[in-house]
């Protein structure tokens, strides 16, 4: 394994709201490297959005530290946001809808690089549409945001975030708000910009089968907290945490049947309280094979041979 572009080391984030404290993030460790991509994987409410937006640099941690190159981040220096860059989930949002395709992308390379005549700027403007094969880029440089489509959208937005010619990509439900369609199309283009471009890429989801086609390791978050991590194939083959086998269970399977397949909210209850957590293990109210210690102490970290983990004192005591 190479060395890590981008790290969270133990970082915990709490807001304030009033005077209560939401506990979003607790002691998260993750490493990002080259070329490889690791899927976040979770519910709504999980804690995927804000350990996200810490590694961009949105939120500063409340503990812990974030590393680039082996080095502690201090602050928010713009050379960290040439290599650190988050798509969002919602490209529509993500544009500005007054300017058109050429000034969104011509902005992020001005921004970025040192860029001395219109027809260097516009070759560059070109090659970036090519690179998220949106081509010939003559129909789609002069369109407006709402003129393209949601995939269209998409791949502008990716476009904008390569022009820093970054190392890593945040991808916070990248595709979850366009078309069943061409989802995995967009899939693809991550995939083939961390083969072609060695890119660093986190893969924030809900859909663990999506996380399965695209990623090569798989973290699963729960109410704050990471419970399970590793090799994709490992960790759906055989999980190690209720929660993992839970949200595996819960995804579509034609094998299975429809009531097999998805699980409510009656089987599951509801999240815990990030204000109030639970003690012990935090998943230990919905968990069917809860025993009394997961009831008052959190679960060490439980590490296997193929490099799987988990924080579950059923594999404590296996």
């Known amino acids: 394994m190479s060395q890590p572009v981008l790290e969270a080391r133990g970082v915990s984030k709490h807001f304030t709201a009033g005077r209560a404290v939401v506990r979003a993030v607790e002691d998260a460790t993750l490493a990002l490297q080259p070329g490889r991509i690791v899927a976040l994987v979770g519910e709504s409410g999980s804690g995927k959005t ?62 970025h690089h040192a860029v001395r005549t219109k ?19 003559e129909q789609f440089i002069d369109k407006f945001p709402h003129e393209l489509s949601g995939g269209q959208r998409q791949r502008v937005v990716i476009a ?44 924030i989801t809900h859909d663990i089968a999506s996380a399965r086609y695209l990623c090569d390791d798989i973290v699963v978050m729960y109410a704050g907290q990471m419970v399970e991590g590793g090799p994709k194939e490992d960790v759906i083959a055989a999980p190690l945490h209720p929660y993992t086998q839970l949200l595996i269970d819960s995804s579509p399977d034609p094998e299975r049947s ?54 579950c004192w059923q594999q404590e005591n296996a």
């Open 50 to 111: 804000t350990l996200a937006r810490m590694l961009a640099r949105f939120y500063p941690p409340t503990s812990g530290e974030i590393r680039l190159h082996g080095k502690t981040v201090q602050g928010k220096p713009r050379a960290y946001y040439s290599d650190v860059q988050l798509i969002f989930q919602d490209p529509f949002g993500s544009l500005n809808p007054l300017h058109r395709v050429r000034y969104n992308l011509e902005r992020a390379v001005k921004l």
């Open 119 to 137: 027809a260097e700027l516009e070759g560059r403007v070109v090659e970036l549409l090519e690179r998220v094969s949106l081509s010939p880029a």
């Open 160 to 203: 904008r975030a390569l022009a820093v010619e970054p190392k890593v990509l945040l991808g916070d439900e990248p595709i979850s708000m366009l078309d069943v369609s061409i989802r995995l199309e967009m899939l693809n283009l991550l995939d083939r910009l961390r083969t072609e471009e060695g890119l660093a890429l986190l893969y």
């Open 258 to 311: 429809r009531r097999d397949a998805f699980l409510d909210d009656e089987d599951l209850g509801e999240p815990p309280s990030l204000i109030d957590p639970p003690a012990g293990c935090r998943f230990h109210p919905r968990c069917p094979v809860a025993m009394d210690i997961c009831r008052t102490e959190a679960p060490r970290r439980t590490e296997r041979p193929n490099g799987q983990w988990t924080h």
